[in-house]
């Protein structure tokens, strides 16, 4: 056939395991590859997550062309720029894999219908695991608001269906004109090239790492920041330069992969709580807690951001955030808890600073998590267990090696006072913003006012 296919690239920025574009290059059709960089009105994604978009998309373009076709950058919306590429390059067909959270999925289905009153058609893939995110479901038939079952039910479906190979080559279509790449620079402060390489190779070495190295101790160091036992897989995941069964397949056999694979499902979770609840990045799950009394306290908020609490867990976590994009999953919860419960500041505020500095920033992961540490979420952690921001560290980061690599004024303390540096000689860093008993005291009381 020679009529050519427009494959569209949204949160699927790769190659390998893509099921519409290799169902377009098993057509033999030209393919005439497509994206047009388009932000969700509701929670769309911050700086640093378009630092790697941009950086992911340049990737792919190289990537298509090394297989012999050419990728259009087109301004959005989609239900506009993709009839009017269809009519340009005479394409007859659309392909595309679906989205999976419910503003892109609702684009979706509006693009479907514009292209339809076109007269072009459309083809549509699954590529997620689940992927159906209102899946799997109880036996009652309702969704699950409880991650354990959740996660049975969802083993119990078995394993993704193993990855779609790279098309060894595409058919090149017309080479309409399009926008230049877009190249978003990276958040003030941040360096996150230093660490990470938003490409296929860059990918591809992660996912070996983690097979290699991180896996076989991953159920004994994935909780410690000090010891750099997690894959960093999460941009890829968010941005779809790999897919979640890739990575599933990729760990077959290795040892920690059944605690790695529980891990996935927690995504997989988070994106049926979004499903079920469209508005959870500024909507509390449980509606009680509108009414929470929040206290506004910007040099708090500033003092968090800024990694200088005076609390030296809470800070390295916050200064990894902001130098690299990126905080290992203990010190995104302890940072949390602390803005959330110690300070008192409303947890929107929070997601939507991750969400502007995070690279793997996912609109389920990200919100979820917040609710779940807030105490607000379906299957939060209750709110009266307050993290202690000092012991969370002596328990994570024994030595103070996570503490040293980030807080550098705390360089030289030995480990009994690096989490305790009020104990220690002056260093320059900051007092403690609040006194931590005292403060979750002040949590404890705000949310029996709630319950009362
Ligand atoms: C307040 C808060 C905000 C968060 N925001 C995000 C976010 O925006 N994007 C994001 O991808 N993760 C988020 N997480 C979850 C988790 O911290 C990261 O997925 C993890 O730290 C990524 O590092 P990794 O790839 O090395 O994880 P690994 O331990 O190697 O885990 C493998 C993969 O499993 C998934 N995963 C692991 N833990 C979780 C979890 N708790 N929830 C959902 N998926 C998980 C991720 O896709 C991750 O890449 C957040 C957690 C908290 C507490």
Redesign the pocket.
Known sequence: MTVPVLVWFRRDLRTADHPALATAAAEGRPVVPVCLPDEPAHAPPGAAARWWRDRALAALAGDLAALGAFLVVRPGPAAEGLPALAAETGADSVFWNDSVTPGAAAADAETAAALDRAGVRVRRFAHEWPADPGRPRTKGGTPFRVFTPYWRALERAGPPPGPVARPAALRPGPRPDGAPLPAAPPPPDMAPEATWQPDPTGARAALED?AVR?LPD?AAT?DRPDRDG?????????AGNLS?AT?WHAVEGTAGAAA?RR??G??G??YHLLWQHPGLADTPWKPEFAAFPWRDDAAAVAAWCAGRTGFPFIDAGMRQLRATG????RA??A??SFLVKDLLIPWQE??RW??ER?V???????A???Q??AGCGADAAPYFRIFNPVTQGQRFDPDGTYVRRWVPELRDLPATTVHTPWKAPPTGYPAPLVDHKAARQRALEAFRSLRE
């Open positions: 983690a991180v991953y994935r997690t894959s960093g897989l999460s941009p890829c995941l968010a979640a990575v790695f891990e996935l927690w995504r979770f988070c990126w905080m290992h999953n995104r919860m940072t949390a929070g997601e991750f969400r995070l793997d920033a996912d609109p389920a992961s990200n979820a998590n917040w779940w540490v």
